[in-house]
């Protein structure tokens, strides 16, 4: 049980362009999940808190215009990267709490 | 604010080695406390927690203790496999498991045969 998915696992863009990233929570239901972005051989960092039926919570730093987060029902999240560009480019990992996070796999955006 | 110190890396060890990874904190209150491990170009997995002063989350062989008066939270296993090989991550949660994480910067672990 406690099984987060994502899609796409990795991702290719032009720069200029939006990619959409989804979080799924597949055999429980989560009020609350957290996206976060890697950098290669670094810690996870905490983008913002996305809460069901609610805006989401950006951390400091965070453009909240850029980096759109719907959390529409208790199974999906999204993570819209608007006019993306190389800088980017990164690792994205979603958590959903049960109430401990179990996180999704990761994908991996490439804008080129 | 909440923070992670966690062992500098990479750890090099041969299969069956012992394995310790180091981890202190600094929270408000009394944080659970967790230790996740991520294989190479997959996400992170939950392998122990512990959520009071003196548990043991223990998984896979891998043992932590929540140590209140020092603060720590470290890792160990006895007998480490080439398997064990990714990256650990520790991390607390100040507002219950539901809460946001604090992550440390990571550790790699590689195990040579």
């Known amino acids: 049980g406690a099984v987060v998915s994502q899609h796409p696992s990795w991702v290719i863009c032009k720069s200029g362009t939006s990619v959409k990233i989804e979080c799924r929570s597949l055999?429980?239901?989560?009020?609350?999940m957290f996206w976060y972005r890697q950098f290669p051989k670094q810690s996870l960092m905490l983008m913002a808190t996305?809460?069901?039926?609610?805006?989401?919570?950006?951390e400091q730093g965070v453009e909240k215009d850029k980096f759109l987060i719907n959390h529409a029902s208790l199974t999906l999240s999204t993570l819209t990267v608007t006019s993306a560009h190389p800088e980017d480019s990164s690792f994205y990992i979603c958590?959903?709490?049960?109430?401990?996070?179990?996180f999704g796999p990761g994908t991996r955006l490439t804008v080129l | 604010g909440d923070s992670v110190t966690q062992m500098e890396g990479p750890v090099t060890l041969s299969e069956e080695a012992f394995l310790t990874i180091n981890c202190t904190y600094t929270?408000?209150?009394?944080?659970?406390l967790f230790w996740y491990v991520q294989y190479p170009g997959e996400g992170l997995q939950l392998l122990l927690k512990?959520?009071?002063?003196?548990d043991k989350g223990s998984n896979k062989g891998f043992e932590a203790t929540y140590r209140k008066e020092t603060t720590s939270f470290h890792l160990e296993k006895g007998s480490v496999q080439v398997s064990d090989s990714a990256v650990y991550f520790c991390?607390?949660?100040?507002?219950?498991?539901?809460?946001?994480?604090?992550f440390g910067k990571g550790t790699l672990l590689t195990v040579n045969p």
């Open positions: 958590s959903a709490s049960f109430p401990t996070q179990f």
């Open positions: 055999d429980f239901q989560a009020t609350t």
């Open positions: 996305s809460n069901e039926g609610s805006k989401a919570t950006y």
């Open positions: 929270a408000t209150g009394y944080p659970s």
């Open positions: 512990a959520t009071k002063a003196d």
């Open positions: 991390a607390l949660s100040s507002g219950g498991s539901n809460y946001k994480l604090t």
